[in-house]
């Protein structure tokens, strides 16, 4: 297996030169072309003086340019910041600055948006190590000549000259930082060397069967987050194509599924039900052999019969910024209900999960719940720049704490459940909010459910936030009647309040509910 990013790029052009590796609306790019682009790209931020160990941060959408931007940077042994594109200035100044980022590459004009207009709200001391600016154009607008003092580069300029040949990079050398979704406090920076991000792309192509010669991968989440950047290097790994565009957008990707065939997508429950919202029939996708099913909210849950009955073959998946993404999946020889469950199998046989009690501190056995522990080649080196936060995450052993809650089945897989920090003691006993929130989705007036933790006259009770369904009257006193029905005592919530609509945090793998501030809102409203 190769060692380093450029290494595994140029064994795949070297073998299959003119084979596409993304194919960008309608517009193919070859291997061969990808790892030309990337080498003189490498060359442009090597005369900018991007040294191995520097960071450059890529302010991109999903397009050829992100992919081959991460192997210039990979090339020169510097490390890519991957940067959503959603973020606004108070983001991109924490990332920049806290990474210190000495180079940033961004689309100006994507979707209209202003982002030279965002840079320049960025406070000045968060730009201080920023060196100069790529700015990559589609149209034949030249970028500015100067943005906040530094120099702008056009990125077809840098594209432009002579390919590098040398591989700075080692297989232990830092390649790829990313930002953990934290709701409350500023984001981590998750730290992956070249040989975790290739050994995981490998065993993530060899479980999924990305090898066969039909395969085509749509990464329909973007690739600043760990689940489009791990489908894009398990593809990419086994020589088979992407199907790029710069942001999903459903009757779009749907189009493309059909078009090319796709056989391979990894999308969270909303997406699949607007895909199948945009197309007619009863199989509208035939070639779709698996679909990694990320579950973030109820209503996503929702979404998986009908996606099933229209022929999407789904299947649960695991993974965090520190292990990375598709850590493990569910078989599809499971019944639904199962097969749709975060947690699975790990793809990669030497890793390894295990369930410890939060509070007596041992290991659990099957279908006992506690904080899954996890141990695999494609865990992360660090949190960038936290040494405390690092030693913090691991287990003397060498497991990370995920501080998710989770359990093992008898037959070798693991379940996830929800975090820690949403997990509810009550009466003594752990209890999950999913399974709450999913007795209250029962009810014919409520639509979404979102279970909390508050205190209620000194004790710890279960406290309930519901949009209810359009034109249905809120009776909290009947809602709280179905669930002592339904329910053991102490898990019935003590108040249940309506909504319109839950808070989220926007990331991206997906919009992600703020439970934090829920609890907030209930225990304000509690003792009112």
Not at 73 to 90: E, H, Q
Not at 286 to 315: D, E, H, M, N
Request: glycine share 10%; charged share 20%; aromatic share 8%.
């Amino acid at each position: 297996m190769p060692d380093t990013l450029s290494a595994m790029l140029e064994s795949r052009a070297a073998r299959h030169p003119t084979a596409f590796a993304l194919i960008d609306r309608e517009r193919p790019v070859s291997f061969a072309q990808l790892l030309e682009e990337s080498r003189r790209l490498a060359t442009g931020l090597k005369k900018l003086e991007v040294e191995p160990g520097d960071r450059v941060a890529l302010w991109l959408p999903n397009i050829p340019a992100w992919i081959a931007s991460l192997f210039a940077c990979a090339r020169l042994g510097v490390i890519a910041v991957a940067v959503n594109t959603r973020f606004k200035s108070g983001e991109i100044a924490d990332i920049v600055g806290r990474s210190g980022a000495k180079v940033l590459i961004f689309w100006p004009g994507f979707k209209e948006i202003d982002f030279a207009g965002i840079l320049g709200a960025v406070d000045a001391a968060a730009l201080g190590r920023v060196t100069a600016y790529i700015a990559y154009q589609e149209d034949d607008r030249p970028p500015p000549a100067y943005l906040r003092g530094k120099p702008v580069y056009a990125y077809r300029n840098m594209a432009g000259h002579a390919p590098l040949g040398e591989d700075r990079a080692t297989r232990g050398s830092g390649c790829v930082i990313f930002t953990t979704s934290g709701t409350t406090k500023a984001p981590k920076f998750v730290l992956h060397c070249h040989a975790a991000i290739l050994r995981h792309a490998q065993d993530v192509a060899t479980g999924f069967g990305l090898s066969a010669s039909d395969t085509v991968v749509l990464p329909a989440v973007p690739f600043c987050g760990v689940g489009g950047f791990c489908q894009a290097m398990a593809a990419l790994s086994a020589g088979r194509p992407l199907v790029t565009t710069p942001a999903f957008d459903a009757a779009e990707s749907a189009s493309l599924i059909q078009r090319y065939r796709v056989t391979h997508m990894m999308a969270l429950g909303d997406m699949t039900a607007n895909l199948l919202a945009t197309v007619p029939g009863e199989h509208p996708f035939p070639s779709l052999k698996a679909c990694g099913f990320a579950v973030f909210s109820p209503t996503q849950i929702a979404a998986a019969p009908a996606a099933q009955a229209r022929g999407i073959p789904l299947l649960g998946i695991y993974g965090s910024s520190e292990v990375q993404a598709l850590f493990s999946r569910q078989p599809l020889c499971l019944d639904l209900n199962d097969r749709i469950q975060g947690g699975g199998l790990p793809f990669s046989s030497e890793a390894s999960v295990r369930v410890r009690d939060p509070d007596g501190g041992g290991l659990l056995p099957p279908g006992a719940s506690g904080e899954l522990e996890i141990r695999g080649p494609s865990q992360m080196v660090a949190y960038y720049g936290n040494p405390r936060a690092s030693a913090e995450a691991l287990t003397e052993d060498g497991y990370f704490r995920s501080g998710d809650l989770g359990f093992l089945t008898a037959d070798g897989r693991f379940i996830y459940q929800n975090r820690m920090g949403d997990v509810l003691r009550l009466a003594g006993f752990l209890v999950s909010p999913v399974e709450i929130e999913g007795f209250l989705k029962e009810h014919p007036a409520v639509a979404d459910a979102q279970v909390v933790g508050v205190e209620i006259n000194g004790a710890p009770r279960a406290a309930a936030y519901v949009i209810p369904v359009a034109g249905a009257a809120f009776d909290e006193a009947a809602l709280i009647a179905f669930c002592r029905q339904r329910m053991a005592n102490y898990k019935v919530p003590g108040r249940i309040f309506p909504i319109d609509d839950f808070p989220v945090t926007p990331s991206a793998n997906g919009n992600k509910i703020q439970k934090t501030k829920l609890r907030q809102m209930a225990q304000e409203r509690v003792e009112r």
